[in-house]
DNA sequence: CACCAGGCAAGTA
DNA sequence: TACTTGCATGGT
């Protein structure tokens, strides 16, 4: 298997804002974007080769760090274990074993199981069959499954999926608080449409947008800290 | 030692 | 509706 997804160029990019109709927010938007990018260059997520190992690996970083995950998505690997038919015919306490690493090991193997459960209900276990479907349904299952909260399921969607549904994550939410872009009174769903209401639905530009928001609040945007020190958003 | 990490659901008032 | 709390390992 070479690449499992045609690389994001920037090319690309900056074809979409060339065609983009100019609103002052998407231009904002695209001027962030860039500042991130010429900072950290493109990051090509998600890091899995699968889209079922992505998916796994959305439910198990939740409120973690990705290096527990890499611990646990090995040890699944491993025991063989990283598929739908394997996790659905494993007894629940026996993932939990598994998955350990990750912590929450208890919650998140019931998590999985529930996620598996609707694969393999409405999709005949095949996140092909996920992905052909469309965004809109997919994305309400994916809410009705217990454990899947909207993170999870955009992460799902974008990243496993291929589809272009805006991520949005802790770290979005402290970076752009920090530079007085938001404040507190943004939630979840507010913010992301607000990305999605003023950027092309491009899956290369959301998928890079959020991983870059990621790579930028764990360099610069520390908890409990007044700013952003030497974040490139800070930056004219 | 305290705090944090690529959330979410359930409980409380 | 708007807080608060439980869930848990591993790194800094």
């Known amino acids: 298997m070479k690449q499992r997804q045609k690389k994001c160029k920037r090319t690309h ?9 100019s609103s002052g927010s998407s231009e904002f938007l695209f001027s962030l974007f860039w500042k ?7 990051q090509y ?61 208890n919650i998140k193997a019931g998590r999985l199981r529930n996620f598996v459960a609707l694969l393999q ?30 993170e999870t399921a955009d992460s799902i969607l974008l990243y496993a999926l291929g589809k272009p549904s805006f991520v949005i994550d802790a770290y979005t939410f402290r970076i752009l608080e920090r530079h007085d872009i938001i404040d507190e009174s ?26 870059l928001f990621v ?6 945007c520390k908890p409990r800290r007044p700013a952003c020190d030497n974040c490139p958003l800070s930056e004219k």
């Open 13 to 21: 990019i900056e074809e979409l804002e060339a065609r983009s109709g």
């Open 36 to 42: 991130l990018y010429d900072f950290f260059g493109p």
């Open 45 to 105: 997520w998600w890091p899995g080769e699968t889209p079922f190992e992505i998916a796994v690996g959305a439910i198990l970083t939740q409120n973690t760090a990705w290096k527990n995950v890499e611990k646990a998505i090995s040890i699944l690997k491993a025991s063989n274990s990283l598929s739908p038919s394997a996790i659905w015919n494993m007894p629940e306490k026996e993932l939990a074993a598994l998955i350990r690493p990750a912590g929450y090991y």
């Open 121 to 150: 209900e409405q999709f005949q276990g095949s996140m092909t069959r996920m992905a052909e479907s469309d965004d809109m349904v997919v994305r309400e299952y994916l809410l009705g499954v217990r454990g899947i909260g909207p």
């Open 186 to 211: 943004w939630d979840y769903h507010m913010l992301r449409d607000f990305f999605m209401e003023n950027l092309p639905g491009d899956v290369c530009l959301f998928n890079e947008f959020h991983a």
């Open 215 to 220: 790579a930028a609040g764990k360099t610069f």
